[in-house]
Structures are given as structure tokens and as C-alpha cells.
């Protein structure tokens, strides 16, 4: 699993675990450029001292992010920002698969009173629209079951300014990865809390 602890695990301070896929790696990133890494910059510049943990592995799937749930929770994070089911989509996975592993997830972080912000995200158009807006409608329904913090599309706003996204089309740049973290940063913002 994964790059460890952005910047370095400083003791008594709360963890916030970004549980993804490439996106949360950085995959085509250099390291510090990925998404967590700008969030734990932000953070720490508006004086919110937490351990920003990244947790993202590149290809991962909902499947795998069941499998992975057991070290996640082994971080007693405070917070999780849930960020799965791009892979998913892409394989042209049911999003009924997809539904049941993210509310198993879900429900297995709630069960351990750990706050969860989900991000949802959505596919290119030639998946056609009734299959993008079953797979949209997963991220809504279960933010709405559990009652989370949403964040509908982690990608808001890229695609209206050059340099965001990678070649490939695909994955974040480090100016992309700085943007993810400015939109999640509002919905996190309410379950964060100042300490010392």
C-alpha cells in the first residue's frame, strides 16, 4: 500500500486518511504533487493541525477499497475523504457492484464514528447517458443513506482551465490536484476542528 505520511507523522495530531484511487496517488505525479499533498498545504496554512495520510492506490476499484478497509481503520483517522469508483466505471462495472462496495465502506467507517466526505465523480460521454447516470446516481444515493459530507464531482471545474489534466486525459497535474483540494475543502471544512 502506499506513500505513507505526508509530511511527516507528527504526534498528537489527529489523521485524515484521502482512501482513493490514482487520483489520491498522484499517479503521474512527482511526490508533493498529488491531491492530499496540496490539502495537508492548505491545512497547515490556515492553522488546522492534522496528518494528512495518503491512502490511494493507482487501478484501485470499489473491491478493492473493501479489501483495503482494515488498514485504513488501523490509522484511527478522524476523518476519511472516500474517493473511489472512477475504475469502476471505466471497466464498465455494474454500479449496483459499485453501490454495495462503497456503502460497505461507508458503513464500516460510520460504524467507526469516523466523519467520511465522499467524492463522487463522472465518466466520459461515450459511456452513454443511461450508464453515467446510474453510475452518478451511486455517490448521490449513499451520501444521501449515510449522511456524509458529498463532493459530486471531484473533478469541478478542470475541465475549463488548460493545465489541469494529464495527457492521458485521465489524471489530475499538480495544478489539477491543488484545484481537487480547493473543492473539497468546504465540504471538509465543517468537520475539522482547531486545536493547539
Known amino acids: 500500500m502506499l506513500f505513507g505520511v505526508c509530511p511527516t507523522f507528527a504526534a498528537g495530531r489527529p489523521v485524515l486518511v484521502c482512501f482513493g484511487d490514482s487520483i489520491t496517488a498522484g499517479y503521474g505525479l512527482q511526490t508533493g504533487q498529488s491531491y492530499p499533498d496540496a490539502l495537508q498545504r492548505k491545512l497547515d496554512g490556515q492553522g488546522y493541525h492534522y496528518t494528512v495520510n495518503n491512502q490511494g492506490t493507482s487501478g484501485a476499484t470499489t473491491k478493492d477499497a473493501v479489501a483495503d478497509l482494515?488498514?485504513?481503520?488501523?490509522?484511527?483517522?478522524?476523518?476519511?475523504?472516500?474517493?473511489?469508483?472512477?475504475?469502476?466505471?471505466?471497466?464498465?462495472?455494474?454500479?449496483?457492484?459499485?453501490?454495495?462496495?462503497?456503502?460497505?465502506?461507508?458503513?464500516?467507517?460510520?460504524?467507526?464514528?469516523?466523519?467520511?466526505?465522499?467524492?463522487?465523480?463522472?465518466?466520459?460521454?461515450?459511456?452513454?447517458?443511461?450508464?453515467?447516470?446510474?453510475?452518478?446516481?451511486?455517490?448521490?444515493?449513499?451520501?444521501?443513506?449515510?449522511h456524509t459530507a458529498f463532493v459530486p464531482m471531484i473533478y469541478k471545474g478542470l475541465e475549463n482551465v488548460p493545465g489541469t489534466i494529464q495527457g492521458d486525459g485521465i489524471h489530475p497535474t499538480a495544478k489539477g490536484s491543488t484545484m481537487i483540494a480547493d473543492t473539497l475543502f468546504p465540504a471538509l471544512k465543517p468537520m475539522l476542528r482547531k486545536s493547539g
Open 70 to 146: 482494515r488498514a485504513v481503520l488501523q490509522l484511527h483517522p478522524e476523518i476519511v475523504i472516500v474517493e473511489f469508483g472512477g475504475n469502476d466505471g471505466l471497466r464498465g462495472l455494474p454500479p449496483d457492484q459499485t453501490r454495495r462496495n462503497l456503502d460497505t465502506v461507508l458503513t464500516a467507517l460510520e460504524n467507526a464514528h469516523i466523519k467520511v466526505l465522499l467524492a463522487g465523480i463522472t465518466l466520459p460521454p461515450n459511456y452513454g447517458p443511461d450508464y453515467i447516470h446510474l453510475f452518478e446516481a451511486v455517490f448521490r444515493d449513499l451520501a444521501a443513506k449515510h
